[in-house]
T-cell receptor, first 117, second 114 residues
């Protein structure tokens, strides 16, 4: 079974500091996609960053970057210069590239991040 | 442009009643997904539409749950004879068809079954 595990239910960070959220996954697929989504109190899921498994280079989007370790099946999210607006639930998600088929997302249980002023 | 919209935003119902949840995807998005987010849980996949057909219904938890999509656009998720364990946030997402496309989510419908 394909699963995604986020072992940190809650985390806290001071404004302007750096925080890393952990994610591990289990799959027998060799090619797949990984995502981090952010869900603020408004409930609107927003894509933060994505990574294609066959790409060695870690993805970066402004203050957000990932540490993708394919052999270890690890996909952590680093948030630099944390801002109050980063306070949200963060979900790690996985999807195998079935092409014309489902492409459904498999989610972890989330990490609630609180950025403190 | 307009994003994915869902209605109602919140729905409170009594156990045993039927409810309908609506999703309006982004125009031109052929793929549509329903997910359920229960308290303290991640999101779980319910059903996937490609156009008007549903090739993957594997996530529907029971035969009380059904969904349809008409005109390749609007989708309705129906829950019959609601139970308290159906209480959750129901999220809809849409995307262009393809192996690597971002799913755009709506704001969800919070369903509370009393």
């Amino acid at each position: 079974a394909q699963t995604v595990t986020q072992s940190q239910p809650e985390m806290s960070v001071q404004e302007a500091e750096t925080v890393t959220l952990s994610c591990t996954y289990d799959t027998s697929e060799s090619n797949y996609y990984l995502f981090w989504y952010k869900q603020p109190p408004s409930r609107q899921m927003i894509l933060v960053i994505r990574q294609e498994a066959y790409k060695q280079q870690n993805a970066t989007e402004n203050r957000f970057s990932v540490n993708f370790q394919k052999a270890a099946k690890s996909f952590s999210l680093k948030i630099s210069d944390s801002q109050l607006g980063d306070t949200a639930m963060y979900f790690c998600a996985f999807t195998p590239p079935y092409g014309g088929a489902t492409n459904k997302l498999i989610f972890g249980t989330g990490t609630l991040l609180a950025v403190q002023p | 442009g307009a994003g994915v919209s869902q209605s109602p935003s919140n729905k409170v119902t009594e156990k045993g009643k039927d409810v309908e949840l609506r999703c309006d995807p982004i125009s031109g998005h052929t793929a549509l997904y329903w997910y359920r987010q229960s308290l303290g849980q991640g999101l779980e996949f319910l059903i996937y539409f490609q156009g008007n057909s549903a090739p993957d219904k594997s996530g529907l938890p029971s035969d009380r749950f059904s969904a349809e999509r008409t005109g390749g656009s609007v989708s309705t998720l129906t829950i019959q004879r609601t139970q308290q364990e159906d209480s959750a946030v129901y999220l809809c997402a849409s995307t262009r068809q393809g192996p690597y496309n971002e799913q755009f989510f709506g704001p969800g419908t919070r369903l509370t079954v009393l």
